[in-house]
T-cell receptor, first 115, second 113 residues
Framework: NAGVMQNPRHLVRRRGQEARLRCSPM?????VYWYRQLPEEGLKFMVY????????ESGMPKERFSAEFPKEGPSILRIQQVVRGDSAAYFC?????????????FGPGTRLTVL | AQSVTQLDSQVPVFEEAPVELRCNYS??????LFWYVQYPNQGLQLLLK??????LVKGINGFEAEFNKSQTSFHLRKPSVHISDTAEYFC???????????FGTGTQLKVEL
């Protein structure tokens, strides 16, 4: 059973370009979470999605950031008009749909560098 | 709102020595608590978790942690560390439906010969 997959692992963008980060959850998992890790900091929650629904986006910046988890295909975190402050590691986690607490399994992350 | 505090940003320790990484949380409701390990340029791996029941939790790689409600702490311990334990360790908490994790800022454990 493959783990959570993220691609690309490294992404370089110039200021003003768009960044698309992909996350394929573990087989059987229907919940996806995105976290951002800025240099020298812990992970910060961004958004929680289930198939075709955004459940909690309380950690998403109000502008330029969006996320989706379509019925088919991976979850996408999209950052429009990137700025240097967007440089960070972005981690995706997935969890199964059952249980009082749904343990989250993390992917290897996408390291975004904005030049 | 809950918060997680890891007071030690770096902990150097010699191989085969014991180690304790400290974690305190603040929450007015019941919490689920976790320790994750992150090796360089990799994702997070779950070491152990406390959901309920016994306050002493054993995890992988010989690590254990103790949930102390009165002190709102969840310190991570290992009686004898190995070079391969060098990594960043994150404490995290979840409440309610457990839909999102709140992380501490991490502790860099550096094991030296």
């Amino acid at each position: 059973n493959a783990g959570v997959m993220q691609n690309p692992r490294h992404l370089v963008r110039r200021r003003g370009q768009e960044a698309r980060l992909r996350c394929s959850p573990m087989k059987g998992h229907s919940h996806v979470y995105w976290y951002r890790q800025l240099p020298e900091e812990g992970l910060k929650f961004m958004v929680y999605l289930q198939k075709e629904n955004i459940i909690d986006e309380s950690g998403m910046p109000k502008e330029r950031f969006s996320a989706e988890f379509p019925k088919e295909g991976p979850s996408i975190l999209r950052i429009q008009q990137v700025v240097r402050g967007d440089s960070a590691a972005y981690f995706c986690a997935s969890s199964p749909p059952t249980g009082a607490y749904n343990e989250q399994f993390f992917g290897p992350g996408t390291r975004l560098t904005v030049l | 709102a809950q918060s997680v505090t890891q007071l030690d940003s770096q902990v150097p320790v010699f191989e085969e020595a014991p180690v304790e990484l400290r974690c305190n949380y603040s929450s007015s409701v019941s919490v689920y608590l976790f320790w994750y390990v992150q090796y360089p340029n990799q994702g997070l791996q779950l070491l152990l978790k406390y959901l309920s029941g016994s306050t002493l939790v054993k995890g992988i790689n010989g690590f254990e942690a103790e949930f102390n409600k009165s002190q709102t702490s969840f310190h991570l311990r290992k009686p004898s560390v190995h070079i391969s334990d060098t990594a960043e360790y994150f404490c995290a908490a979840a409440t309610g439906g457990g839909n999102k994790l709140t992380f501490g800022t991490g502790t860099q454990l550096k094991v030296e010969l």
